[in-house]
Nanobody
Framework: VQLVESGGGLVQAGGSLRLSCATS????????VGWFRQAPGKEREAVSA????????HYADSVTGRFTISADYAKNRVYLQMNSLKPEDTAVYSC?????????????????????WGQGTQVTVSS
């Protein structure tokens, strides 16, 4: 399984970016793709996730209403549309995936449950 992120960059506060996660090699029909971020000196934080089993989407409180996750499974892509960006959104954003039990996954926010990770893409929001 491979995941490759793209779309990061430098943007002013209030601006938007769309991150893309290209996936390959996933063999399960029940999996979740999540987005995580880590700022310097801080712990990794779960941002959002989407499950292909039921299409359920999940968001951290800090991004609800500003970020939108979506998937184009025909293209093996998961996107994170980030609007109204704030300086505190500055971090390395990584996508990750985990296989589920056949009934979806519990604990989308648990980074330790994700087995496959991308290399990450830097997002910098200037004030």
């Amino acid at each position: 399984v491979q995941l490759v992120e793209s779309g990061g960059g430098l943007v002013q506060a209030g601006g938007s970016l769309r991150l893309s996660c290209a996936t390959s090699g996933i063999t399960s029909n029940d999996y979740v793709v999540g987005w995580f971020r880590q700022a310097p000196g801080k712990e990794r934080e779960a941002v959002s996730a989407i499950g292909n089993f039921d299409g359920a989407t999940h968001y951290a409180d800090s991004v609800t209403g500003r970020f939108t996750i979506s998937a184009d499974y025909a293209k093996n892509r998961v996107y994170l549309q980030m609007n109204s960006l704030k300086p505190e959104d500055t971090a390395v954003y990584s996508c990750a995936t985990r296989y589920c039990s056949g009934y979806g996954c519990f604990g989308w926010w648990l980074a330790s449950e994700y087995k496959y990770w991308g290399q990450g893409t830097q997002v910098t929001v200037s004030s």
